[in-house]
T-cell receptor, first 113, second 115 residues
Framework: DAKTTQPPSMDCAEGRAANLPCNHS???????VYWYRQIHSQGPQYIIH???NNETNEMASLIITEDRKSSTLILPHATLRDTAVYYC??????????????FGKGTKLTVNP | DTAVSQTPKYLVTQMGNDKSIKCEQN?????MYWYKQDSKKFLKIMFS???????INETVPNRFSPKSPDKAHLNLHINSLELGDSAVYFC??????????????FGSGTQLSVL
């Protein structure tokens, strides 16, 4: 019951910017967009999150459209170590009303030398 | 120091056995989780505990019983293991439950193989 749509895979050249898109057209006004990534055989790793404004940290930038129906994660200078599955997540609710993160299929990003 | 550590990393066992996976976090977080990642790589939440209290139970079979002796530990006990239980199980923790800064920190996973 993921609320996001991402391309299944993308390629990027090492040193170039990687732009990963995500559609979340049913997002509600108080829901945040989170990005995590999972490098092979490791646990998921938090990258960034945002509500309305664009955000930047040491790992990436997050661009959210004005209508909040889509966003883009930007890795400004991709390295081989950035090869991973990237998950765009809108924080949803369990049947009991508690909030949870629902992981979709993600985008498999391959950074090529 | 590993923030979220879980043991064992690999677990191979026979159908019908009972096994446990342990998880500990040293981040001082109030909330801990168990996620299951199946062979198709879907990552699904199973349980969540906040200050030792169960707050999320995502219709997991009652063969799975989480136990939180204190807020730094959340162990997962599985009775009568079935083939379909084979997966990678991830433990995670976060500062709270509902705040906007709910960043989850994950362990490195336990690969469970039921033969």
């Amino acid at each position: 019951d993921a609320k996001t749509t991402q391309p299944p895979s993308m390629d990027c050249a090492e040193g170039r910017a990687a732009n990963l898109p995500c559609n979340h057209s049913t997002i509600s006004g108080n829901e945040y967009v989170y990005w995590y990534r999972q490098i092979h055989s490791q646990g998921p790793q938090y990258i960034i999150h945002g509500l309305k404004n664009n955000e930047t940290n040491e790992m990436a930038s997050l661009i959210i459209t004005e209508d909040r129906k889509s966003s883009t994660l930007i890795l400004p200078h991709a390295t081989l170590r950035d090869t991973a599955v990237y998950y765009c997540i809108v924080r949803g609710r369990t049947q009991g009303g508690s909030e949870k993160l629902v992981f979709g299929k993600g985008t498999k990003l391959t950074v090529n030398p | 120091d590993t923030a979220v550590s879980q043991t064992p990393k690999y677990l191979v066992t026979q159908m019908g056995n009972d096994k446990s996976i342990k998880c500990e976090q040293n981040l001082g977080h109030d909330t801990m989780y168990w996620y299951k990642q199946d062979s198709k790589k879907f990552l699904k939440i199973m349980f969540s505990y906040n200050n030792k209290e169960l707050i999320i139970n995502e219709t997991v079979p009652n063969r799975f019983s989480p136990k939180s002796p204190d807020k730094a530990h959340l162990n997962l006990h599985i009775n009568s293991l079935e083939l379909g239980d084979s997966a990678v199980y991830f433990c995670a923790s976060s500062q709270g439950v509902r705040g906007p800064n709910e960043k989850l920190f994950f362990g490195s996973g336990t690969q469970l193989s039921v033969l």
